[in-house]
């Protein structure tokens, strides 16, 4: 005997696939105007162009420890010293091209500079503030 619709089971919806995000087109880290010089930070983070080598480096420091332990962490430590020293440089950069995008700022346009400028910093301190 067939059972009536509103009494069976309701059917689960077939899931959709989720979009491989290795497929979709990376963000242009280069700004290409003075404007967007002043946007946000590419998602890939600031030193973005470094990332393989430095994560080569920890690698490297990591699997060493079992032939000499001290090394291993004195290898850590200097990269994390490095590490440190270059994302000090780049939020140098960074802060230095946002003033200049709004420190000349006036007439008509003045007021727009000016919300992109914060806008700029408060991104970027949103950012920092989820280390």
């Known amino acids: 005997m067939a059972v009536p619709a509103q009494f ?5 919806p077939e899931p959709k696939p989720e979009s491989d995000p290795r497929s979709e087109p990376m963000p242009d880290p280069k700004p290409s105007s003075a404007a967007s010089a002043a946007g946000s930070i590419p998602r890939a983070g600031l030193l973005a162009d470094e990332h393989d ?13 079992v032939d000499d332990p001290r090394s291993a962490v004195e290898e850590a430590g200097a ?3 490095d590490l440190a020293d270059r994302i000090h440089a780049a939020l140098a950069e960074r802060r230095s091209a946002l003033r ?8 008509d346009s003045a007021t727009e500079d000016l919300r992109t400028a914060l806008r700029s910093y408060r991104d970027l301190a949103e950012r920092l503030l989820h280390l």
Do not use: I, N
């Open 79 to 81: 990269l994390l010293d």
């Open 100 to 107: 200049t995008s709004w420190q000349d700022a006036d007439g």
């Open 53 to 65: 080598k430095l994560q080569l480096r920890l690698q490297h420091a990591v699997s060493g420890f």
């Open 8 to 12: 069976r089971p309701a059917q689960a």
